[in-house]
């Protein structure tokens, strides 16, 4: 592509800090540096014609972990690990509200839910036991008990009679929440560019050389917030993992409300505009999964529909209204990777699923790693 004098000086000349993924993480790095560097000029590329991956794909829970999730964490994480997972996720879900403000997000908080499977009568039975200890580890942050049981008032069908119950768990309008900041980032004067993904990136001392599909360009400073899609640029232990989603037709006298994990979590559904969202599945071949390719599988679609008519919604006829996927980072361990890689680069990716709880916290620590 042959660029204009025009394009070149307005928006790829004297570029103080390029972001690469205009998603959570991305928006609120630029909106951070913004805060912090007032008259810099920021640039964002979005290789998708909306942010891709899973900022825009997610399912908008307000979470941060369920019982089983954290029970499980334990086996591979220490107990202050776990903590600081936690407070991590929950300092930064206060910062996202008090970003973009409640309504602006639609968030409401009408609790998660843990349903087990009649299979699954050992890990009910396990969590039944830890709930206590699970609760003391997380009361210096909650100040109460969170994690509690009840009963199935939901009717829903091959699950334990009870259910575990997160009173602090809410839920959002995820394409509210991404419309709002980058609306907030081109009232700050952010420069974003889409439809323009970056094959790879040079450095010297002074600035880094970015190359696309469309043009090259320099810049003084590159921040790295792509997430699943990470390992393209930088080699860092991170990998994609794909959520497979579903959404129904309306339903009529639909009176399920909250957020619902099922199988650890690799399930989980919710309420919407008289809707079921219903996604996960990647554990069923987390091979054919662990990638950074759009698109469903029939074995995923097959298990999530057949759970939808048999568990969540027995005794209703409802129809699919639409099919998509999202790409998330994933790793060997929970924690993200906020570093300095370079003079000059900088990243900040492996969310973990966990992108509407930490990404404004994650953007906000990234853009704090970089000082010019």
């Known amino acids: 592509m042959n660029l204009s004098y025009w394009e070149i000086k307005s928006w790829l000349t004297n570029v103080d800090f390029t972001i690469i993924g205009s998603g959570i993480v991305g928006l609120n790095c630029a909106l951070q540096l913004r805060e912090n560097h007032p008259k810099a000029d920021i640039l964002i590329l979005e290789k998708g014609i909306l942010p891709q991956g899973a900022s825009t794909k997610n ?19 220490s107990e202050q690990e776990v903590f600081s997972l936690v407070k991590q996720r929950v300092d930064g879900l206060k910062l996202l509200r008090e970003t973009l403000g409640d309504k602006a997000i639609d968030y409401q908080q009408l609790g998660g839910y843990e349903l087990f499977t009649k299979v699954d009568k050992a890990l009910y039975e396990e969590c039944l036991s830890q709930k206590d200890e699970i609760n003391d580890l997380l009361k210096p942050i909650f100040n109460a008990e ?56 040079s450095e010297d001392a002074n600035s880094v050389k970015i190359k696309t599909h469309h043009f090259e360009f320099s810049t ?33 006298n639909l009176d399920i409300k909250g957020t619902f994990h099922l199988d650890k979590g690799y399930y989980y559904f919710r309420n919407i505009d008289n809707r079921i969202l219903f996604g996960g599945g990647r554990n069923l071949d987390f091979k054919t999964e662990e990638t950074s390719e759009f698109g469903q599988t029939q074995l995923v679609k097959n298990k999530l529909e057949e759970l939808l008519k048999t568990t969540i919604l027995p005794k209703k006829d409802v129809k699919i209204d639409h099919y998509w996927s999202g790409i998330m980072g994933v790793g060997n361990q929970k924690k993200p990777i906020v570093k300095q890689l370079s003079n000059n680069v900088f990243c900040g990716v492996r969310l973990g699923g966990m992108g509407v709880a930490i990404g404004s916290i994650i953007g906000k620590d990234l853009a704090d790693l970089v000082l010019i």
């Open 59 to 77: 399912a908008g829970f307000a979470c941060f972990g369920s019982l089983s999730e954290l029970i499980s964490d334990l086996e591979s994480h």
């Open 146 to 201: 969170v994690f509690s049981f009840k009963n199935n008032q939901f009717g829903f069908k091959n699950v334990q009679d009870t259910f575990g119950f997160n009173q602090f768990e809410g839920q959002i309008d995820t394409g509210k929440m991404m419309a709002a900041l980058l609306q907030k980032a081109h009232q700050k004067d952010i420069k974003i560019i889409n439809s323009t993904e970056v094959l790879s990136f």
């Open 220 to 252: 003084q400073k590159l921040l790295i917030a792509t997430n699943g899609f990470a390992s393209k640029l930088i080699d860092e232990n991170v990998k994609p993992a794909r959520a497979q989603v579903l959404i129904t037709e309306p339903i009529e």
